[in-house]
């Protein structure tokens, strides 16, 4: 044990270097008697000495070498690698009696503590069944680290509420000043619900989705992963990258993409517009801003070296928010004098620039929750002031802000898949995009895509549930089975995203279901067995309100 | 004098990023050091002033501009590679005082004794995992350029390792 003992602390025998059974006796005593006093109690004890002598024991120096006397059984000593001196026996018989063969023969030492808890006792085997002296056995490559670290050392000092750094929007400080609820989600704070619309979230959700379906609402979108990518070879990356097509998307357009991994499922989705000839604006989510980021890196660097095209993160450099509803128009409009909001001017789908008290501005009309709806981006800097200005230009509209709860049910309504439906396990054709990338090949994720596993008819695809007794209430993460089955084992599928609809008055959900839309109009039951519910749902398209798309044409 | 006390000035950063392709960047740096009449930095870590400016390569293709106030935007032909406005994205930490390394060694693995950090030079490190540019300016004296959103709580952190040496 190398350095001295903290203060409280007490050692005898092997621990200080005292291999011999009697001393370690001794010191035992000694440090009984040291810890008593520490802790003080300092009664006298019966045995004070001299101990007994133990037969056969010299007066210290490490034990002696030989093979172990085992019983019945395996002897391990190589815990990290299952090497037990029958093993090492074995190599000695066989031949590999040298310690790199040893080491390579048993894999002794190979653990994460590279043998420093194995390799003496080991050689001393070795050295044994060899006839030789340990050191005629020899050693392999000593590695760091050359003493016991403590496992602290590693993983860096303690620093308390700084283990996990805090990101914040630029309208964060507005959000708690005004009653907001914060989640973490990931690094970031996001309001979660205003306690302005309710107490609880599940009364706040709620309020905030009807003010957005009958008035407007506005959201902090500063979360989005924001990515700028440029170069002449601009368009090429994109249309590589993402499942559909971005070569032909005009300037001035916006498109919705969604990204494969290099095994054909579904990776982010995001929109990316086109703000010049080589130059786009990307979007992912949240959760994968990072990951998308270092994947284009990734992919510029190894394997497509020579486009000419660079990407840079700018999540930081802007202030996101969007207004959505349908008085989100008249709104933006009064906030933003000057600008042309007509649809000729920003139709769906177009970007809109301009300026915002001499910072950047961009406005998409992009809809997320199915109304109506603009994401506006102001420099990062500017982000509080342009959320007060549409706020106050929304008062007499009835714009209130809403938060990611409200958020999250507005698009399972419209029938939108996220991070529970992009979970890592779906395909394109899963999530009912397969059509946005029929004709296309060559991008990432296209030839693993098309393994049989990955177009089974069979596979669990998207479908909307609705339960049968309105009154019923669907849960997240319940399986789903078939009328009439016996509730067990993996079902037929799993509802992956549940909100109460205030338009249709009960509760929807997206779900994926083997046989997917063949399946609508049938029954199934939602079990969720940690809260022991089975709720009758019937299939129905996972397009819940407007599928026509009405609303968000205004 | 050493300045004893700490001191922590939070200010904006503006920032222009240039960067050129992989076939381009001799042609670029050509243009882009006419362009601003003074040689540009040539390896990483590498700290020129320019025009009123700071010029950081901070990658083999990549330079930042910085400035106290603006950075004027260049005009950059996209054959040779692009520019990228960062002013509202990063923040500028001013940091000073006698005990700046033994409160920044808690938060940052850099050896500030090193050629690396030495004064005037940059190093891009993590803070927290989050990359954050270090700019040594005086042996007890350094900038950290970090992104806005992590901005209250990185300087939350240092703020309390810099009690730890009040």
Known sequence: MPGALRSGHFGAGALTGSFAPDTAIAEGHQAGKAAAEFCGKTRPVAVAGPFPAVPGTGAGGPPPSGYPATGRGKSFVDFQMDVTAGDIALAHREGYQPVEHLKRYTTLGMGTDQGKTSNFNALSIMASLSGAAIPEVGTTTFRPPYTPVAIGALAGSSIGRHYKPVRRTPMHDWHVAHGAEMLEVGLWMRPYFYRAAGATVDEAYVAEMRTVREAAGLMDISTLGKIDVQGPDAAILLDRVYANGFARLPVGRARYGVMLRDDGIVFDDGTTTRLGEHRFFMTTSTAKAADVLSRLEFLLDSVWPDLRVAVTSVTDEWAAMSIAGPHSREILSKALEGLDLSDAALPHMGLLEGDFDGRALRILRLSYSGELAYEVYVGASGGEAAWRRLLEAGEAHGLKPYGVEALGALRVEKGHVAGPEIDGRTTLDDLGLARMAAKRSGYVGAVLGRRPALTRPDRQRLVGLMPVDAGERLSGGAVLFGPGEVHRGHGRGRVTSVTYSPTLGTYVGLGLLAGGAGMEGTEVVAVHTMKGEAVRARVVSPVFLDPEGARLRG | ?166
């Open chain 2, 1 to 166: 004098m050493a300045e004893t006390r700490f001191h922590m000035i939070v200010e904006p950063c503006a920032i222009l990023q240039l960067e050129c392709w992989a076939d381009s960047c001799e042609a670029f740096g050509a243009a882009i050091a006419a362009h601003l009449g003074d040689k540009l930095p040539a390896e990483v870590g590498e700290v020129v002033s320019v025009a009123g400016l700071k010029a950081v390569r901070i990658a083999p293709r990549r330079l930042w501009l910085i400035g106290d106030e603006a950075v004027p935007a260049l005009s950059v032909d996209s054959e040779l590679g692009c520019a990228l406005p960062l002013s509202e994205g990063r923040v500028r930490l001013h940091l000073s005082g006698r005990h700046l390394l033994d409160v920044l060694s808690a938060c940052v693995a850099i050896d500030w004794n090193g050629p690396q950090a030495a004064p005037g030079r940059a190093v891009q490190t993590g803070f927290h995992r989050v990359p954050v540019l270090a700019l040594r300016t005086a042996s007890d004296a350094c900038d950290l350029v970090v992104p806005r959103s992590f901005e209250r709580s990185l300087t939350e952190w240092i703020s309390d390792s810099a009690a730890a040496h009040a």
